[in-house]
C-alpha cells in the first residue's frame, strides 16, 4: 500500500531556532500533501496544503513565516519551524493521497519540542 | 463548510464485546467519501475503513463495519469481538468528491478495551 515516511520522529530544539520536518511518499507521486497539528489529546487540525511546484495554501489563523512548506518534488514535502518557541511544540503529522486513493495515509508524526 | 461530530468523547467495553462509536456530518454535498481512523499511542494514524457516498452497501472490514444513513447523515463504526489492540482513538473524517480533497475531522473517541 501507499507509505508515506516522516522524518525525524522526534526533535528537540532550543528556542529561536528553525528545525525541519520532510515526509516522503515513497511509492507514489503525492501531488499534495497536507500538513496538521495536535495537540495532546485533540484532533488533527490541519495547518496547511502543500502543491508540488506552487505555494503552499494556510488554514486561517497559521502564520505563513513562521511554518515554511516547500514541495519541490512529485515526492518530498518539508515543514520547516522557523524561530521556534515553547509554544510551537506539538505533534505534526503529514499526509497524501486522495481521491486516486480513495483515501489518505499518514505520516508517523514528529514531536517537536522547544526548549 | 463541512462538519463532522463524534460525540463520544470516551468509551469503554470489554475485551470480545461489541462497542459502536457514532459519527454525525453535515453537507450540502451528494458525492463523498468517509473515513475511521485509528491512532494507538503510537500515534500513527491508520484507516480502519472507509465508505463512499454513492454506494449504500455498508462498508465491512473483518471485525469492523459502518452504519451509513445517508439521509440522517449518520456514519456509525461498529467494532466486534473487540480486542485489547483496538485500545486508541478514533476519528472519523470526511472528504469530499471535488476541491482540494480536504480532510474534515471529527474530535475523536477514545476507545479502552477492558481485559
Known amino acids: 500500500g501507499a507509505v508515506v515516511s516522516q522524518h525525524p520522529s522526534r526533535v528537540i530544539c532550543k528556542s529561536g531556532t528553525s528545525v525541519k520536518i520532510e515526509c516522503r511518499s515513497l511509492?507514489?507521486?503525492?501531488?499534495?500533501m497536507f500538513w496538521y497539528r495536535q495537540f495532546p489529546k485533540q484532533s488533527l487540525m490541519l495547518m496547511a496544503t502543500?502543491?508540488?511546484?506552487?505555494?503552499?495554501?494556510?488554514e486561517q489563523g497559521v502564520e505563513k513565516d513562521k511554518f515554511l512548506i516547500n514541495h519541490a518534488s512529485l515526492t518530498l514535502s518539508t515543514l520547516t519551524v522557523t524561530s521556534a518557541h515553547p509554544e510551537d511544540s506539538s505533534f505534526y503529522i503529514c499526509s497524501a493521497g486522495g481521491q486516486f486513493l480513495r483515501g489518505y495515509t499518514f505520516g508517523s508524526g514528529t514531536r517537536l519540542t522547544v526548549v | 463548510a463541512q462538519t463532522v461530530t463524534q460525540s463520544q468523547p470516551e468509551m469503554s467495553v470489554q475485551e470480545a464485546e461489541t462497542v459502536t462509536l457514532s459519527c454525525t456530518y453535515d453537507t450540502s454535498e451528494n458525492n463523498y467519501y468517509l473515513f475511521w481512523y485509528k491512532q494507538p499511542p503510537s500515534r500513527q494514524m491508520i484507516l480502519v475503513i472507509r465508505?463512499?457516498?454513492?454506494?449504500?452497501q455498508n462498508a465491512t472490514e473483518n471485525r469492523f463495519s459502518v452504519n451509513f444513513q445517508k439521509a440522517a447523515k449518520s456514519f456509525s463504526l461498529k467494532i466486534s469481538d473487540s480486542q485489547l489492540g483496538d485500545t486508541a482513538m478514533y476519528f472519523c473524517a470526511f472528504m469530499s468528491d471535488f476541491g482540494n480533497e480536504k480532510l474534515t475531522f471529527g474530535t475523536g473517541t477514545r476507545l479502552t478495551i477492558i481485559p
Open positions: 502543500s502543491n508540488e511546484g506552487s505555494k503552499a495554501t494556510y
Open positions: 465508505q463512499e457516498a454513492y454506494k449504500q
Open positions: 511509492d507514489f507521486q503525492a501531488t499534495t
